[in-house]
């Protein structure tokens, strides 16, 4: 039997399901291996066992709740997890933890380092010296591990491509670039991997929905009573950004609604929202 390691470790699907579901502790092991150099949690292969039983069956959409609650329950750690079929045809969930440029920690404020086959907690002068081995980088540059260049969307690829070339705030010598030239200008690629902001802006819905800090948005209405009557939501990640703003904008009527105001013998149409107050409330864009 493969023993566990420092870049893997199994643990039985009770640890996510039922009364006896441990998540801080599954969230600790997830800091650990972001604070070390990542690795995978089997979830549903016991720890003196090589494969899941033959019968096991993952249920639909709990892969997704397992990388949901380790988000809510981590701060720097990026992760994924699937729904896999061993050689005897049992399923279990592999999650996966990429390795963090930063410190990674639990939301309430704990430390951990995978060393060997176990989750150490670190502690003290610890949590210093591990503060300072992170090399300062932005979360936006970083790679997204298992993501390529070739995966992303061809389309909102060839959509920012023209939309450079086009602004008038970009400098000739950039326009000349290539397409790949241009990704890479941007910090959106970095040689053949997707960075977290190319993954963003360009990747396919998919992908981005992995990221955990994919932006969703929901508008809601009420009136003057307090009752809710109207909501839009844009929540399945297949906007980026930059669209998800447009998509607001265009998606909500209200927002163009317009008052007419007397100007001497005409009448002067007064907007009920500034449309740059609104794109003030969302990241702006680079171009």
Known sequence: MTPENQHFDRKSLRKVTGRSADW??????????????????????????ELPPPDQRIPPGLP???????RELTVNVELAACATTAANGGEFIDLRIAPTRGA????????????????L????DDVLRLLNDRPARPWETLPVTGLSRSALDPDKCA?????????????????????DELLDHYDLTTSDTVTHLGALLLARRQDRARLGTAPVVQCLKFDAQG???????????SLSPLELVAAV????????????LPDGLYRHSVPAYDEKVLRELFPPSPL
């Open 24 to 49: 801080a502790e599954l969230a600790l092991d997830c800091v650990g291996f972001a604070n070390a150099q990542g690795g995978s949690l089997l979830i549903g292969i016991e720890n003196d066992q």
């Open 249 to 260: 904008w265009e998606g909500v009527p209200e927002f163009r609604e317009a008052y007419d």
């Open 159 to 179: 959509a920012f491509v023209a939309a450079v070339r086009a602004s008038p705030r970009v400098k000739d010598s950039v326009k000349e670039k290539s397409a």
């Open 104 to 119: 990674a920690s639990t939301a309430d404020g704990r430390y951990a380092l995978r060393i060997g086959d176990e989750t």
């Open 227 to 237: 009752a809710r009557v109207g909501k839009w939501v844009w929540d399945d990640y």
């Open 64 to 70: 997704e709740t397992v990388a949901r609650r380790m």
């Open 121 to 124: 907690p670190v502690v003290g």
